[in-house]
């Protein structure tokens, strides 16, 4: 089985000041190895801006673009320019603005418990349940309905790892992920889904997405986890939006 694109890979953009070594690969060496490993698209999606250790800086973006026009050319595989932002409330508050939306090309959203909370209530009420590993009905409430925000006011591609260090109920994400278009990841490190729930999101059947969420060139299309995960719940191929097929994202417009 061969995805099409991994549309999830960190390069030294997202290296913080803290650890400079969290992401190591360059851009080109991302989309050295995608070429080697025969995928004919890769993304390069760092943490959005208000991670607190390994965000991207906004004034980074336009040098990114030009680095990956010139990583098209060496390499001759396409490559997009993303962003993993942060959802930052629970209104489903995500750290991007309009400006930031029309220059990427396509919008991971995850939650990430070192990003910077929109206010100090929302680090209250959002941040600190789940960076104490709370599980109360009340905070699978919560972050669901924060997603489900997020998804409507956002034009989200794709959640990344749903469920790590963020309860929910993967019913209702799925259902809206499919009414939204939205796609789940099966993430490349990561992934929380117990059997349980994947038989519901089967049924449901949301687009699923695999990536590999490199942080270093050579795990660039690292996706041995989420295809033995698929293989065995006996995902289909049809539910894999980049098994094999080209995914049109929703603010991409150069296909
Ligand atoms: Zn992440
Ligand atoms: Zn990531």
Do not use: W
């Not at 099409?4 to 050295?32: C, F, P, Q, R, V």
């Not at 973006?61 to 595989?77: N, V, Y």
């Not at 009340?138 to 309860?167: F, Q, V, W």
């Amino acid at each position: 089985m061969v995805i099409y694109g991994d549309y999830h890979t960190h390069t030294i953009y997202s290296s913080g000041k803290h650890n400079k070594k969290h992401a190591t690969g360059t851009i080109l060496e991302n989309a050295m190895y995608a070429k080697q490993k025969g995928l004919n698209e890769v993304a390069i999606t760092e943490h959005g801006f208000s991670h607190k250790l390994y965000g991207l800086q906004r004034k980074n973006l336009a040098k990114m673009r030009e680095e990956i026009e010139e990583a098209k050319r060496k390499t001759g595989i396409n490559i997009l320019l993303g962003i993993e932002a942060n959802i930052i409330s629970s209104e489903g508050d995500v750290d991007l603005t309009e400006e930031d939306i029309k220059q990427l090309d396509l919008i991971i959203v995850g939650f990430h418990s070192f990003a910077r909370a929109k206010s100090i209530k929302e680090f209250f009420k959002f941040f600190l349940p789940n960076l104490l590993g709370l599980k109360r009905k009340k905070d699978y409430e919560r972050n669901t309905l924060a997603l489900l925000k997020a998804m409507d006011k956002y034009p989200i591609d794709i959640i990344s790892h749903p469920g790590i260090n963020m309860p929910m109920y993967f019913d209702k994400v799925a259902l809206h992920a499919k009414k939204t278009n939205t796609m789940l990841e099966l993430n490349g490190k990561r992934i929380a889904y117990k059997p349980k729930d994947i038989e519901v999101i089967k049924e449901i059947c949301p687009k699923l997405i695999i990536s590999s969420d490199a942080h270093s060139a050579k795990r660039v299309g690292d996706i041995k986890k989420p295809i033995n995960f698929a293989i065995k719940y006996s995902v289909s191929n049809e539910q894999i939006a980049n098994m094999g097929k080209k995914i049109y994202f929703k603010n991409y417009k150069q296909n």
